[in-house]
């Protein structure tokens, strides 16, 4: 039985067949080994301790005169790992010199895949053209194979293309990779590219063609993409499914998406926040396309829920407004109402955020706070509340003044309050907005509305009776 190629070898079983070969002085056997671990060490994204293998590989290959194959080899692990660490300089000369013993020994396909290399290197640096005639030139020398070289340039290839505006040779490049043997990585990166040609074909309205790209990708992206990236194909394909008249069909791949999400372990607040609104997108398709407002109903809900959960306070409004209409096609006017209300409430927090990020800015200041804002709510946009002066325990005129002012600047009976809010922890405070929804039968708390996600305002807990002396006397106004 003849002896296992090195890569197919561990990392581990490399060392110890390294560790034996430096023992015995194998200079040759040290530098075939080097190249085999420079490569296992790109594949577990170590590229500098690649590169320090191939360089030594390089080095031992020169100094000892050792095969022209075997230097060849040993310059493409070179080539791989200075790509891989953004030094394109080092990778092409590593390459050409390659190329160059190979081309000797009449290795046509070797040259072939250096040849692939090169030109995916033309593409990073943005030289399209060189970068479409290399990686021609590599698969005219393949022709025939099917070696995971040969797919590498088609999928490089099909990238240029989908850049330059051809998503057919693209999605057709990518799809006959798939299709022909490919596993793992290139497996996913197959599909990862018949994704993106499908939503090009969706924006050209193209639903079909978009749909059929999707389908084919789908059982790569169940089997080994993560769940945030098969969620996002599966909502594709809904959307697809929908603008093409099968609700039936896109109400299943919605279904799949959201039961991806839930089960998810700790999911992020990116997924709670897709699995709101695919219960939404549910909720529509049931309420739009199906007329079925029972069913409507129940998506919609939990939609409203997770949607809260996440501080997505935009899609709270449209949500009961779903319910609202819902209700009504139900013919239970009391819970329309009651959605008419959550959604009154809910437009006026977005109108709030939005008035509050004008005001504050996007992220509270280091030093001093902003004042506080006490905005009215008038069915339209806020209006600021002029709190009378002096103290809010200066007695009976203050609380009169306070509910004058109020009914006319919050004659919807509601008014919120913006505020920075501190807390210590190690190393200093940390600052974040603070919004109270106050109304007379109570008060909703939120926060956030700065940072990478402006437009969430996740719930937090309401003060305690008496603990707010503001809020105390602007509910007590309101009554």
């Not at 059982?219 to 039936?248: F, Q, T, Y």
Request: hydrophobic share 45%; aromatic share 2%.
């Amino acid at each position: 039985m003849g002896e296992t190629p090195l890569d197919k070898l561990t990392r581990q079983e490399l060392q110890q067949r390294l560790a034996h070969a430096l023992a015995v002085g194998d200079e040759q056997a040290v530098a075939q080994i080097d190249a085999g671990m420079s490569a296992a060490l790109l594949v577990e994204g170590d590229a500098a301790a690649a590169r320090r293998q191939a360089d030594r590989s390089v080095a031992l290959c020169r100094e000892h005169h050792l095969p022209d194959a075997l230097l060849a080899r040993a310059l493409e692990a070179l080539g791989n790992a200075a790509k891989a660490a953004g030094d394109g300089e080092a990778a092409t000369g590593a390459y050409l010199e390659a190329i160059d013993l190979q081309s000797r020994h009449g290795e046509k396909a070797a040259v072939a895949a250096l040849l692939g290399s090169l030109g995916g290197l033309a593409a990073r640096s943005g030289d399209r053209d060189k970068a479409r005639d290399l990686l021609a030139s590599a698969l005219r020398g393949t022709a025939g194979a099917a070696d995971d070289g040969r797919r590498r340039v088609e999928l490089d290839l099909a990238q240029i293309e989908l850049e330059d505006g051809d998503d057919t040779s693209a999605a057709r490049r990518a799809l006959r990779v798939l299709q022909g043997g490919a596993e793992g990585a290139l497996a996913l990166q197959s599909a990862r590219l018949l994704q993106l040609c499908g939503e090009v074909a969706g924006r050209r309205s193209e639903h079909e063609v978009a749909r059929r790209r999707y389908e084919f990708a789908l059982p790569v992206l169940r089997r080994d993409a993560p769940i945030d990236v098969l969620v996002g194909l599966l909502r594709l394909l809904g959307g697809v499914c929908r603008r093409a008249g099968e609700p039936l069909a896109a109400r299943g791949y919605c279904e799949e998406a959201v039961t991806l999400c839930a089960a998810a372990e700790a999911p992020d607040a990116g997924l709670v926040d897709i699995r709101g609104a695919l219960l939404h997108e549910l909720g529509d398709i049931a309420l739009v396309d199906q007329a079925d407002a029972a069913a409507a109903v129940g998506y919609l809900e939990e939609a409203l829920s997770v949607s809260d959960a996440a501080g997505t306070l935009g899609r709270l409004v449209l949500v009961a407004s779903a319910l609202h209409q819902a209700s009504l096609r139900l013919g239970d006017p009391a819970a329309a109402e009651r959605w008419r209300a959550v959604q009154s409430r809910a437009a006026f927090a977005v109108a709030v955020g939005r008035e509050a990020s004008r005001l504050l800015g996007d992220s509270p200041a280091a030093g001093q706070d902003p004042p506080t804002l006490v905005l009215g709510d008038t069915g339209g946009a806020p209006h600021a509340v002029r709190v009378p002066g002096g103290r809010v325990s200066d007695g009976v005129i203050w609380r009169r003044r306070l509910t004058a002012e109020l009914r006319r600047a919050a004659p919807r009976g509601r008014v919120a309050v913006v505020r920075v809010v501190r807390r210590q922890k190690a190393g200093g405070s940390v600052a974040s907005l603070q919004m109270l929804i106050v109304e007379a039968s109570g008060v909703e708390a939120r926060k956030g509305g700065c940072g990478p996600s402006p437009e969430r305002w996740r719930r937090a807990p309401a003060p305690k009776p008496g603990a707010d002396r503001l809020v105390e006397a602007l509910r007590a106004a309101l009554r």
